[in-house]
């Protein structure tokens, strides 16, 4: 080839690249996209990504134009409030801060430092400490531990709170580097004057310890203040209801010690009977609302729970055989069932004499004696040792000529023999002078109680409940 031939050539291949560079380029669809972008392709994108930005933030601007011109539009007021002042407590990692676990089933002491995180050693001197390690064996589930844990990981004190196996008052012992001594807990105690209300319902006993009251308080009721008013036995129905006033003691908040009985009301069939509690010449008393005393001189019955099974006057001995006279009556009852004083009195008798196997007699004065016989045993008496009325004396047995365990009471005036259940003695003076006036001012302050409480309770009409008016003068005010 000639040179002016190549050069032809070469001229020919320059003008058809300058027009093919003319020309768009067609995107081809043949050739998928093979995961790397052209510089063309990253400026598209960066375009579109702009544009879209810019559209977000502009067509917000456009929503007022686009609602209705009439619509109303809202008014927005932009105001400055003063916030108060934010006080930042300051807690020192050394500051006081208890903790209280409550023992599970099967949970030891050991187990609980594990899981607060305690070291071993602190446990190990817990154990071994005189006040702690006897009690470590009545710990049972329920028992309540609280620790003193500060933030700054240490142990300061360890605290039993008080419950079955620990007592009354917690016992709280403080960790002191290698040292660890008991701490004495502030005890608060306090005194509260409080009206326990319920209904007698299926059982009496049970109605009241449901309220609070204790067996002292229950035999107050039954065998001091109505015994002569209330056959416990059939004269109560479910409904009847009664409120007792009594003195409680609450000792951290838990209440350890309930009072003897300041007053009560039955009502029974509708009707009111009321007994209130009074200390004469230093001994105390319960007197009806109108100060007349509810204590009788001999006590009747001298045994509780039991029945009469042998009357006063002649009879067949069960045991000898023979008509003879029955100078007593017999009680029969459970052996060991306790035996009370009749009455008030000085021993004059402790032993055994006979047939009446184990037997006391107490003097009363004024001529009369009581005596009692077939007893198990003796209370701790002595003769010349006085003795009030209730007091326990001695126990149901079937010592001598007895065929069964069963008590055995004479009644003796100037030593002749008294029938016991048809003996009727004067009662005790009532209230008099300064001691009626004393008597009435604590009276209404009781009965208003009461009469508060019920209210409250049964939602009950002011003349059904107990008043320290007398009848005769409430029925006057009625007629007129």
Do not use: C
């Not at 002042?85 to 050991?110: E, F, M, N």
């Not at 005393?293 to 509780?304: E, N």
């Not at 039991?306 to 006279?325: D, I, K, Q």
């Amino acid at each position: 080839m000639t040179e002016s031939n190549h050069d032809a050539v070469r001229r020919g291949n320059l003008e058809r690249a300058r027009v093919n560079a003319d020309r768009p380029v067609k995107a081809s669809t043949s050739h998928p996209f093979k995961g790397r972008w052209s510089r063309r392709q990253w400026a598209h994108a960066s375009v579109l990504t702009t544009m879209a930005v810019l559209l977000a933030s502009i067509v917000p601007g456009f929503s007022n134009l686009l609602t209705s011109p009439t619509a109303p539009r809202a008014q927005w007021t932009t105001m400055q409030l003063s916030l108060p002042k934010l006080s930042r407590a300051r807690i020192s990692p050394t500051d006081d801060h208890w903790q209280t676990v409550t023992l599970k089933p099967g949970q030891t002491l050991s187990g609980v430092f594990e899981e607060l995180g305690i070291p071993y050693d602190q446990l190990e001197r817990v154990m071994q400490h005189p006040k702690i390690k006897p009690t470590l064996r009545k710990l049972r589930p329920g028992t309540q531990l609280s620790f003193n844990l500060p933030a700054d990981g240490s142990v300061r004190a360890m605290r039993l709170e008080p419950g079955p196996g620990i007592g009354d008052t917690p016992i709280e012992l403080e960790f002191d580097g290698d040292a660890l001594r008991e701490r004495a807990v502030p005890v608060e105690i306090t005194t509260r004057t409080v009206v326990l209300t319920g209904e007698v319902g299926k059982s009496l006993f049970a109605s009241a310890r449901k309220l609070g009251l204790g067996s002292a308080q229950i035999n107050q009721l039954t065998d001091e203040m109505f015994k002569y008013d209330i056959d416990f036995d059939s004269d109560l129905s479910e409904n009847d209801r009664f409120s007792v006033v009594v003195d409680q003691t609450w000792k951290n908040g838990q209440l350890v010690h309930t009072g003897p009985v300041l007053a009560a009301t039955f009502t029974v069939d509708g009707k009111v009977k009321s007994a209130f509690r009074f200390v004469r010449d230093g001994k105390p008393e319960y007197f009806t609302a109108d100060g007349r005393s509810l204590r009788r001189p001999f006590i009747r019955m001298p045994i509780p729970y039991a029945r009469l099974t042998s009357g006063f006057g002649g009879r067949n001995h069960p045991v000898l055989g023979t008509f003879r006279m029955h100078k007593g009556v017999d009680y029969a009852a459970a052996p060991g069932t306790p035996i009370q004083a009749a009455g008030d009195g000085r021993v004059a008798f402790v032993g055994r004499q006979g047939g009446y196997g184990n037997v006391v007699i107490l003097d009363h004065g004024g001529g009369k004696t009581t005596l009692y016989a077939h007893m198990s045993r003796f209370a701790k008496l002595r003769v010349g040792q006085r003795v009030t009325q209730g007091t326990v004396i001695g126990y149901v047995g079937s010592t001598g000529l007895a065929t069964g365990p069963h008590l055995h009471y004479e009644f003796r005036v100037n030593g002749v023999h008294m029938n016991p259940l048809k003996m009727t003695l004067p009662p005790p003076a009532p209230l008099s002078g300064a001691d009626l006036v004393a008597f009435k001012n604590e009276t209404r302050r009781a009965l208003d109680k009461i009469h508060e409480v019920e209210d409250v309770v049964f939602q009950l009409d002011g003349d059904r409940v107990a008043s320290a008016t007398p009848k005769h003068a409430a029925s006057s005010r009625k007629k007129g």
